[in-house]
């Protein structure tokens, strides 16, 4: 798994599989020795991780060999690590049901969609929304990767497990 310093972690079987590797990603980033880099294989350009990762002191070069292919390269990048790191406004709650909130604007149906067509569709209705207002999604599973996006853009979150779903009701900031 490792050669002169590089870690590497191919999840493209997890990804063809429906799985959700979020969890196996971060535990080899921090399983990195100082200055060692880090090498992802995946099934599609991971986008949402390099702001994850950036967070963490990573930069990244992508290299797209062919359909579901990609190859991304993270490298340890001092001026991210020592760059002071702005507030981020809070994404409130993971868990509840939204009670309280107003009624959503617009309801998504994300199931049976592959990563990361669910968390780009969201991110795109989440746009259209005024401040305040609330959507609706539904999921296969639950999208670890969203969360950072979400954050970053102030908008909150309740997330519920039913037996149809994940059930998502994001709010956006503003």
């Known amino acids: ?35 060692q880099a880090f090498r992802l294989l995946a099934t599609f350009e991971p986008i949402p991780l390099y702001a994850v990762l950036g ?17 991304i390269l993270f490298t340890a990048d001092p001026q991210a690590a020592a760059a002071p ?16 909130w107003p009624a959503p604007k617009q309801s998504l149906d994300n199931r049976d969609l592959q990563p990361p067509e669910p968390m780009v569709r ?16 539904w999921n296969d599973r639950e999208p670890l990767l969203l969360y950072p996006e979400l954050e970053a853009r102030g908008a909150a979150i309740q997330v519920s497990q039913e037996s149809a779903g994940v059930r998502l009701l994001i709010r956006r900031g503003g």
């Not at 310093?5 to 429906?18: N, Q, S």
């Not at 969201?122 to 999604?137: S, T």
């Open 85 to 100: 790191r702005q507030p981020r406004p809070a994404a409130g709650s993971h868990t509840g049901d939204g009670s309280g």
């Open 1 to 35: 798994m490792t050669e002169a310093g590089l870690l590497t972690l191919d999840v493209r079987p997890e990804l063809r599989a429906g799985g959700e590797p979020f969890p196996q990603i971060m535990q080899a980033v921090a399983s990195l020795e100082p200055g």
């Open 122 to 137: 969201i991110l795109f209705a989440l746009e259209r929304l005024a401040p305040g207002e609330v959507m609706e999604a």
């Open 55 to 71: 967070r963490k002191g990573f930069a990244h070069r992508a290299i797209h060999h062919g359909e579901e292919d990609w190859e």
